[in-house]
């Protein structure tokens, strides 16, 4: 048991320094010399020279000095495989000032190499890397010399590096040994401790990349040097007390005494403590016990409220000097995971309480955004982030194969109130836990909780993607005989290493060992469970693409769903720059080749025929994208559906299942322009799937779905606050854009944070009651309203019969008038019949549509427009389509 603190001793020490503020002249002066900028690139056997930019990758530098054509045009992937065959040396010259050369220490810092490269320094090698995920910080004041300076940074190819160390482990395979043949990929990733979905994915080509992917420098001090501040919020529920644990990472050029202050000023907390700073790169621990009488505001995640933060100022003296000297932002809050009984549901709970309160998790899944890292610019990571908040998510997912995202992803996510599951980089296969292996794992994992735990967007980590599921099913055909050796690898590298080191780095957070796991039971299990998708346990990654989508009762009623998604088919818009004419068609070579998912194409026609008429223009570029938009339409159809199931079953046990408190889809982004599960195209542009989630995930929800005839509507709630609601419900007929009835339920109470059954009643009775109604001729639209009639969330819909078999629906004919405004561009449109899925598109204009891909049953309807570059009306007009359902055949 802690014990409370009850009163600050930091007024007197402070005396003890005075006021520090006119010490700033006696400062520490350490000195920073940039080495990112024009570095030179070549190849093993001298035949390519050309600039090279730093940071950046040899792919992107390639590209940028004409020696390559865009690797993402048509079948480049495959083309240029080459290049990661090869080995490469960047080199740069650069001179030091006689004022860094005179400092005590000198620190030649890599953030970022990708990956096994050999640096020297002036003919020195000064060290050897073999992990894209760590910083190296090299002490070379020795080597610097006047003059000129030559530094060299020698990769190996990473696909030849993973190769050999395959071979070198001989004993046993390490599975899967090579991508599926339709990902056309390259082999044994899993050797190498670097982006796991750069040798291709499901999603994705194969660009195992090569380069300085961040930043380099000199750092030259005389005394010390801060690496890394990191400061961890706990509270104290017994005394009512939050304190701050700060740790920093000092590099000192000698032992030396000093005092350390910690303070936020806003709440008048502040310590300071006396510390022996030792040579070499150490690191310390303080406490600041954040004082009592502050009424702290708490970060919220999105839709719970805002994202508050304070200003913790950290100051270092020695002798009178002031020798560090630095900021950070803090923010308070506290997140558990409840794994508890549940009564009449056999297994535990899953769901996260933030600041003490259930949330559930509304959200995505998010994959590298580029497949060269040096692209993502923070433009894109805002924009996609920007649009994940304003599709009401409050959750991602940062997925175990790709990377450890760029400080300013979890920057804009604190900013923006989104709660992020991090995985560590480990995905979908065995490792292998040699012990350099583990060394460098240990050290990427001791880095990366160093830099991101301050974070309050980080929820929790979990060590890897699907590697538990994928020893427990059997993924990999491992003989009975040998299974008792990866399970003790697989135990090795998570649990007594990755999980050991985060547990006790980082006490304000829960870990689990892989996703999907049973959590609590795992562990019990011996941390490889039985069956890690048992829906009574932790969370489920869920996948079906032959059952029908629009049958709720094929989805498992889990705790918690991390991952379920469909495939669909990015815009015209979008594939057109990177593809031609011979390119656009459904059956193409090119069509096939962006493929990565077995059978998916056919998938996703199946699946879309279920409900939907296929395209059959004549015209072959209109099918083809007539084509693109079904794969949209089916898609976002099929993850509403699933998405809302989740989303009401958060207050029921039904046959012992339910509570589910999480819903995060497969996935957010795209990492280039190709067919995927995601709900934004490579580029930024939203897919069909993205507007249905700005609704799907709104905080108040109309959920419709019939269970053996009856229909029901029920309320789904993320306020906190109470409601008293009610379901409207409107009976359309396919034919005629006047509704036929509407029937209203009484007003019943609903809960902050639940779901409620407002509105039952059978099918048949409701189309008896409204007359000249059959399944096959009409259609339901419902809404919530409270009791003075205001609607309360998006409105919503059910339909009656698969679209195909509709009895009625017209060509709706959609005109459109595109006016600018004071605030912007508005479409007003104009329909002459009921249009489901009514999609507009401006092609290669990039921007936003207020609302899209809805069902139009009204006569007039305006929708605004955001452009993201100058546009004009005459523009928009030229380039806008609409395309609603019954317009494909
Ligand atoms: C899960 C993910 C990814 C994959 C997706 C779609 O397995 O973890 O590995 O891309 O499904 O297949």
Same mark, same amino acid.
């Given at each position: ?13 402070? #005396?003890? +320094? ?19 900028? *024009? ?33 993402? @045009?048509? +079948? ?49 090698? !000064? ?5 894209? /995920?760590?910083?190296?910080? #090299?002490?070379?004041?020795? #080597? ?13 190819? $990473? ?31 899993? @050797? ?28 030259? @001090? ?71 009488? =502050? ?13 508050? /933060? ?39 709970? +899953? ?8 949330? /559930? ?6 994959? $590298? ?32 194969g790709g990377v450890y995202e760029q400080d300013l992803f979890y920057d804009l996510c604190d900013e923006m109130g989104i709660m992020v599951w991090q995985d560590f980089m480990f995905a979908c296969a065995m490792y292998p836990t040699e012990d350099d292996f583990i060394q460098t794992v240990r050290e990427e994992v001791i880095q990366q909780v160093q830099r991101l735990k301050s974070h309050p967007s980080i929820i929790i980590w979990s060590g890897n993607n699907e590697n538990e599921a994928a020893l427990a099913t059997d993924w990999f055909n491992i003989p009975a005989s040998q299974r008792p050796t990866y399970i003790k690898d697989y135990l090795e590298l998570y649990v007594n290493n990755i999980r050991l080191i985060v547990q006790e780095k980082d006490k304000s957070r829960p870990f689990l060992v892989s996703s999907p796991t049973n959590g609590a039971e795992s562990e019990h299990e011996g941390w490889v469970a039985a069956n890690p998708y048992d829906p009574h346990y932790g969370d489920v990654h869920f996948y079906s693409y032959v059952l029908d989508c629009w049958d709720w009762k094929t989805f498992p009623r889990t705790r918690f769903a991390s991952e379920y998604g469909f495939q669909s088919w990015p815009s015209f818009s979008t594939l057109q720059p990177v593809s031609i004419k011979e390119d656009w =068609? ?105 507007? /249905? ?8 929800? $109309? ?19 109470? #409601? *008293? ?14 509704? !036929? ?12 944070? &639940? ?9 048949? &009775? ?21 009791? =003075? ?12 019969? =698969? ?87």
């Amino acid at each position: 048991m802690e014990q409370c603190v009850k009163y600050f001793c930091c007024a007197l020490l402070w #005396l003890f +320094f005075g006021d520090v503020s006119g010490l700033s002249s006696l400062t520490e002066q350490p000195v920073e010399l940039s080495l990112s900028g *024009k570095w030179r690139l070549s190849n093993s056997n001298g035949s390519l020279s050309l600039p090279a930019e730093v940071p950046g990758c040899v792919h992107s530098a390639l590209q940028q000095q004409g020696h390559i054509p865009n690797p993402y @045009f048509r +079948f480049n992937d495959v083309s240029y495989r080459w290049i990661a065959l090869d080995n490469w040396t960047y080199t740069t010259m650069f001179t030091v000032s006689t004022q860094l050369r005179l400092k005590q220490k000198v620190l030649l810092v890599f953030d970022g190499v990708d990956t096994v490269a050999s640096i020297s320094l002036n003919g020195v090698i !000064v060290a050897k890397t073999d992990n894209m /995920f760590r910083r190296y910080d #090299l002490s070379v004041r020795d #080597l610097l010399k006047d003059g000129d300076n030559m530094l060299e940074v020698s990769l190996l190819s $990473p696909v030849i590096f993973a190769s050999e160390r395959r071979k070198a482990h001989s004993s046993y395979r390490v599975p899967p040994e090579c991508p599926p043949d339709v990902q056309k990929g390259e082999c044994h990733v899993n @050797f190498i401790r670097k982006e796991q979905s750069s040798f291709s994915w499901d999603w994705g080509p194969s660009f195992p990349t090569m380069g300085l992917w961040k930043g380099v420098r000199l750092e030259a @001090f005389d005394v010390l040097q801060l690496v890394q501040l990191s400061s961890l919020p706990l509270y104290n529920s017994s005394c009512s007390q939050w304190r701050l644990e700060i740790e920093f990472i000092v590099d000192a050029a000698q032992t030396k005494y000093g005092q350390v202050t910690i303070s936020i000023p806003e709440v008048d907390s502040k310590q300071t403590y006396k510390t022996q700073f030792l040579q070499g790169k150490k690191k310390y621990n303080f406490t600041l016990h954040v004082n009592k009488n =502050s009424q702290l505001k708490l970060w919220w995640p999105n839709g719970h409220g805002d994202q508050p /933060f304070y200003h913790l100022t950290v100051r270092g003296f020695q002798d009178g000097f002031l020798i560090l000297n630095t900021e950070s932002k803090v923010f308070f809050r506290t997140v558990e995971l409840i794994q508890e009984p549940i009564i009449g549901s056999p297994g535990l709970s +899953f769901y996260f309480r933030i600041n003490g309160k259930p949330v /559930f998790l509304k959200g995505s899944n998010w994959i $590298p955004a580029h497949s060269f890292q040096d692209q993502v610019t923070p433009d894109v990571l805002r924009n996609l982030l920007q649009s994940a908040v304003d599709a009401n998510m409050n959750a991602l997912r940062v997925w175990g194969g790709g990377v450890y995202e760029q400080d300013l992803f979890y920057d804009l996510c604190d900013e923006m109130g989104i709660m992020v599951w991090q995985d560590f980089m480990f995905a979908c296969a065995m490792y292998p836990t040699e012990d350099d292996f583990i060394q460098t794992v240990r050290e990427e994992v001791i880095q990366q909780v160093q830099r991101l735990k301050s974070h309050p967007s980080i929820i929790i980590w979990s060590g890897n993607n699907e590697n538990e599921a994928a020893l427990a099913t059997d993924w990999f055909n491992i003989p009975a005989s040998q299974r008792p050796t990866y399970i003790k690898d697989y135990l090795e590298l998570y649990v007594n290493n990755i999980r050991l080191i985060v547990q006790e780095k980082d006490k304000s957070r829960p870990f689990l060992v892989s996703s999907p796991t049973n959590g609590a039971e795992s562990e019990h299990e011996g941390w490889v469970a039985a069956n890690p998708y048992d829906p009574h346990y932790g969370d489920v990654h869920f996948y079906s693409y032959v059952l029908d989508c629009w049958d709720w009762k094929t989805f498992p009623r889990t705790r918690f769903a991390s991952e379920y998604g469909f495939q669909s088919w990015p815009s015209f818009s979008t594939l057109q720059p990177v593809s031609i004419k011979e390119d656009w =068609s459904y059956d193409s070579h090119f069509t096939s080749h962006r493929q990565h998912h077995e059978g998916g194409n056919q998938q996703m026609l199946l699946q879309a025929a279920l409900h939907f008429n296929l395209p059959n223009s004549t015209d072959p570029l209109k099918r083809f994208t007539d084509t693109l938009y079904v794969t949209q339409v089916m898609q976002a159809q099929c993850v509403k559906t699933q998405t809302e199931f989740y989303r009401r079953s958060q207050s029921e046990i039904i046959d012992g299942k339910g509570h589910t408190m999480g819903a995060l889809y497969w996935q957010l982004n795209d990492i280039w322009q190709a067919p995927s599960w995601s709900s934004i195209e490579f580029g930024g542009k939203w897919k069909m799937l993205h507007n /249905f989630a700005q609704n799907f995930f709104a905080s108040v929800l $109309p959920v419709g779905f019939e269970e053996d005839d009856t229909l029901f509507v029920y309320a789904v709630s993320d306020l906190s606050h109470d #409601l *008293k609601l009610r379901a409207a419900v409107t009976v359309y007929s396919w034919t005629d854009l006047d509704p !036929v009835c509407t029937l209203t339920s009484p007003l019943l109470p609903v809960p902050g944070g &639940a779901a409620v059954a407002v509105f039952k009643q059978t099918v048949t &009775a409701l189309l008896a009651g409204c007359g000249r109604c059959t399944r096959l001729s009409c259609l339901l639209t419902f809404h919530l309203e409270d009791s =003075s009639g205001d609607r309360q969330g998006p409105s919503n819909h059910h339909f009656l019969c =698969s679209p195909k078999h509709a009895q009625g629906l017209q060509k709706p004919n959609i005109t459109a008038k595109v006016q600018e405004e004071k605030t912007g561009f508005t479409v007003a449109l104009h329909s002459a019949a009921v249009a489901p899925f009514v999609w507009l598109d401006v092609g290669n204009i990039p921007g936003r549509f207020s609302s899209n891909g809805f069902l139009m049953v009204s006569r007039n309807k305006t929708v605004d427009f955001a452009a993201w570059r100058p546009t004009s009306v005459a523009e928009l007009s030229r380039s806008l389509t609409i395309t609603s359902l019954t317009d494909v055949y």
